[in-house]
């Protein structure tokens, strides 16, 4: 039972590249979002999406787009990397009860370098 | 002003002690509240959450929330070294946000 899975784990890319961050969950989950994490600015959220070809942006979807074809893939895609998108990238999901979707389970991340 | 602030820490508790991790919010119409540990290079991992004012208490934690105060706390009891994590507070309100998280040393 894996979980929530993330691929790559580390990725070192050029400026200008594209590069696509999959999330993959094996709950049925209904939610999933995208996160980034900073120091000093803790979890900020970048996409999200209810339900399979339902999604929406967050706090700082600028540079960033996402798909949901399937309830269990959600990937996030950066159009052309730039530095300022360095950071380690949180995947998480969220299935039904009283809290979902803010009671969320995160993935192991992806952390991304941007040269 | 943040949404939701916590000190940054870290904060240093001998072992066996109370740790007492604390966390505001500025929206009044909040109405759940979330503590995740988070081990350094790992993810987030939810251990506890509240939404009536009070206490909830779960194992050697008790999570304490005053909505009046706008402030929720969360308690270790007999804090080990293994609880040295930084623990993030994350405050419902029409969104999730989350705090940039209080690093919590434990020292044996």
């Known amino acids: 039972d894996a979980g929530i899975t993330q691929s790559p784990r580390y990725k070192i890319t050029e400026t200008g590249r594209q590069v696509t961050l999959m999330c993959h969950q094996t709950w049925s989950h209904s939610y999933m979002f995208w996160y980034r994490q900073d120091l000093g600015h803790g979890l900020r959220l970048i996409y999200y999406?209810?339900?399979?070809?339902?999604?929406d942006k967050g706090e700082v979807p600028d540079g960033y787009v996402v798909s949901r074809s399937k309830t269990e893939n959600f990937p996030l895609t950066l159009e052309s990397a730039t530095r300022s998108q360095t950071s380690v990238y949180f995947c998480?999901?969220?299935?039904?009860?009283?809290?979902?979707?803010?009671?969320?389970?995160f993935g192991p991340g992806t952390r991304l370098t941007v040269t | 002003q943040k949404e939701v602030e916590q000190n940054s820490g870290p904060l240093s508790v001998p072992e066996g002690a109370i740790a007492s991790l604390n966390c505001t919010y500025s929206?009044?119409?909040?109405?759940?509240f979330f503590w995740y540990r988070q081990y350094s290079g790992k993810s987030p991992e939810l251990i506890m959450f509240?939404?009536?004012?009070g206490d909830k208490e779960d194992g050697r934690f008790t999570a304490q929330l005053n909505k009046a105060s706008q402030y929720v706390s969360l308690l270790i009891r007999d804090s080990q070294p293994s609880d040295s994590a930084t623990y993030l507070c994350a405050v419902r309100g029409n969104k999730l946000v989350f705090g940039a998280g209080t690093i919590l040393r434990v020292k044996s």
């Open positions: 929206d009044r119409g909040s109405q759940s």
């Open positions: 509240i939404y009536s004012n």
């Open positions: 999406s209810a339900a399979a070809d339902i999604t």
């Open positions: 998480a999901s969220s299935g039904p009860g009283p809290t979902s979707p803010y009671e969320q389970y």
